[in-house]
């Protein structure tokens, strides 16, 4: 049931972006006048702060739960003529980790995330742009205790972001931007705040 | 503006609001009678002869017209539990009750539920001594229709009892066929279901009981170390466990570190296989355990463990089966792997023709498949069991115990089946 709602509401979330963009596509200036066609690599990285319960508990709990970590991003986009922009996104990231003290024996546990997204991008307004992705999560489990173990599962999951856009170039921009990554089958989710570069490697009118 | 507008509707859509379904069960320790110092245990002969399929001539719009009032008990050491449950049926609709004499009447205490909502409350029932409890605590009770009423109240949620409920006695449970077997699904039901215990546990095995199982289908897998467990999935999942930071299939762990960071849903530590084995031997008056396969590797430990519990139940006096569950063709052909397979106690979910090969004690049709009369017909001629799973849908429940001759029932809601089978006439 979770699942269910989340995917239609993020379905139904895209259908509004697509709508939006076919209304409004002649109210929003852009920095240039004329209309590119390209390919835009954004690669950054930032810091990561999960935000949702972990159930953990003594006596496997020996430290409190560790839920700020590095994260990375690397997205590819495709701008067409229009505003709905389109790509993939993947990166890296720390869900939490801690450590455990038990019956004395110590060990570790961090859940990592890889985001495998299909994700949809639209100018909202000058240089600001809202991003909304869909796909599924591969979270690994890196257990020392007993023996080490990793152990992976790909869970369904979204993210939307908010990022700001500074040009340096008709081909290079800086990139601050804000987050939300949702791996909703685990109830994993976090909040990224990053700095990436934006890279229009290919563009043709 | 248009572009605007966008915004506030992404944020709404991603975080709106989600139902979260939840039972939370009533507190009923309020009831001063019956935590009355001078409130005694009911005497043994009491319970059995208070079984009986009852009449409601109060409050049968919310639970039905008639019902089955059955006693089970679970031990631990010396001591020993007791319940009495009434199934209903209406709603998939049971209570849930302990019971004490109290100057001269009997008092039961506890709750109800519906299994097919959240609805839940405290109950609280009483036998005068007019009303049958001097028949039933006397000497030798001999109970005829009429003989027993059992009367109270019933409450939602917290609340104080106040809505009426009066039971009549008119006939003993059905216990034909004699052998029976109703058989709760992974230990006791689902933790979806939003029983106060999860699923393939200890305490899910010691609770069904209540539910008015016979039997208990558990759910086997190895650990990285290959120690038995009991869980269903094939992954780690918060439908099943609690969040820990462990993802993954549950064979890339040791039983050491499940056991370390792994609960189930209400807190529970995974079992072994051998702790539920104990737990239904020395704990409970179960009759029946099927051990599902999930796994696809050797059948031989299960194998091993199953002779073992035989072997001691036997050696207290108790009648258990303890049957290898094979639900599919890998599983099958592992069984073909041990030495004397034919004399193997076995569940075979394959055809009747698989059955036959292996000598299996019972077949398991799905029931989707029908009553299938014939075939099961064929099959008793051969001295074989037929069981049924996994039936939920109450009118499926009910046609299959009126209209066919299975000799056992897996459901997710063995109160369900209770209720069908006691009812019966």
């Known amino acids: ?205 | 503006m248009k572009k605007y507008f966008i915004i506030p509707v992404f944020f709404c859509l991603f975080f709106s609001c989600q139902k979260k379904y939840e039972v939370v069960m009533p507190d009923t320790a309020t009831w001063s009678m019956f935590n009355d110092p001078a409130a005694l245990p009911l005497t043994p002969a009491s319970r059995p002869a208070m079984e009986g399929v009852y009449t409601l001539s109060k409050g049968n719009d919310i639970f039905g017209d008639q019902a089955a009032i059955k006693w089970s008990h679970t031990s631990k050491g010396s001591d020993t539990t007791y319940h009495v449950s009434g199934f209903f049926g209406k709603d998939i609709a049971y209570f849930i009750c302990e019971g004490k004499q109290l100057n001269g009447s009997i008092l039961l205490n506890g709750y109800w539920r519906k299994m097919v909502s959240t609805e839940t409350g405290i109950v609280h029932l009483t036998i005068s001594a007019a009303n049958g409890a001097a028949l039933l605590l006397g000497p030798g009770p001999v109970i005829t229709p009429g003989s027993i009423v059992i009367d109270g109240f019933f409450g939602t949620g917290s609340e104080n009892p106040g809505t009426p409920i009066t039971l009549s006695y008119i006939r003993k449970l059905n216990n034909s066929p004699a052998s029976f077997q109703i058989a709760a699904h992974r230990s006791g039901g689902r933790t979806s279901d939003l029983l106060p215990v999860s699923e393939n546990s200890v305490a899910m095995i010691l609770k069904t009981p209540e539910f008015g199982s016979t039997g208990v289908e558990v759910d086997v897998r190895f650990t990285k170390d290959g120690v038995p467990i009991l869980y269903h999935d094939n992954t780690l999942n918060l439908r099943e466990v609690q969040k820990s930071g462990l993802v993954g299939p549950i064979e890339d762990y040791t039983y050491d570190q499940l056991s370390t960071f792994v609960r189930l849903v209400h807190g529970e530590k995974i079992p072994t296989l051998r702790e539920a084995l104990d737990a239904v031997v020395y704990q409970t008056q179960l009759q029946f355990v099927w051990l599902d396969t999930k796994y696809t590797s050797s059948i031989a430990p299960i194998h091993a463990m199953q002779l073992e519990y035989i072997q001691k139940a036997a050696a207290i006096g108790r009648k258990l089966d303890i049957v290898i569950g094979l639900p599919g063709k890998d599983q099958f052909n592992q069984f073909l792997n041990l030495a004397d397979y034919k004399n193997v106690p076995s569940l075979c979910e394959l055809g009747a023709n698989e059955s036959d090969q292996i000598n299996a004690k019972i077949w398991a049709p799905r029931f989707t498949e029908g009553t299938q009369n014939e075939l099961v017909a064929d099959e008793h001629t051969k001295g074989r069991k037929v069981y049924v799973w996994t039936v939920d849908e109450p009118a499926f429940i009910t046609s299959f115990i009126n209209d066919g001759h299975f000799d056992g029932m897996l459901s997710n809601f063995p109160s369900c089946v209770a209720y069908n089978y006691y009812v019966h006439q």
């Not at chain 1, 697509?18 to 690599?41: E, G, H, P």
Request: zero cysteines.
């Open chain 1, 1 to 205: 049931m979770y699942t269910s709602k989340k995917t239609y509401l993020l379905l139904v979330l895209l259908a509004l972006l697509a709508v939006n963009s076919l209304l409004a596509q002649s109210n929003v200036k852009i920095d240039s006048n004329k209309v590119w066609k390209s390919f835009v690599l954004q690669v950054g990285g930032g810091i990561g702060s999960y935000t949702t319960v972990v159930h953990i508990k003594p006596p496997a709990l020996s430290g409190s739960v560790k839920r700020y970590s590095p994260v990375g991003t690397l997205r590819l986009l495709w701008y067409p003529s229009y505003r709905l922009r389109m790509g993939f996104e993947t990166g890296y990231t720390d869900f939490y980790s801690y450590k455990v003290k038990n019956a004395g024996k110590e060990g570790s546990l961090h859940l990592s995330a890889v985001p495998l997204l299909f994700v949809f991008s639209m100018q909202v307004v000058r240089r600001v742009n809202i991003y909304a992705g869909l796909g599924a999560y591969m979270e690994t489990t890196h257990l020392v205790y007993d023996g080490s173990v990793t152990s992976k599962a790909f869970v369904l999951g979204t993210n939307i972001a908010l990022s700001y856009t500074y040009p340096f170039s008709s081909k290079l921009s800086i990139v601050a931007e804000a987050e939300w990554m949702n791996a909703y089958d685990s109830k994993d989710a976090a909040l990224n705040l990053q700095a990436k570069l934006a890279w229009r490697f290919l563009r043709w009118q």
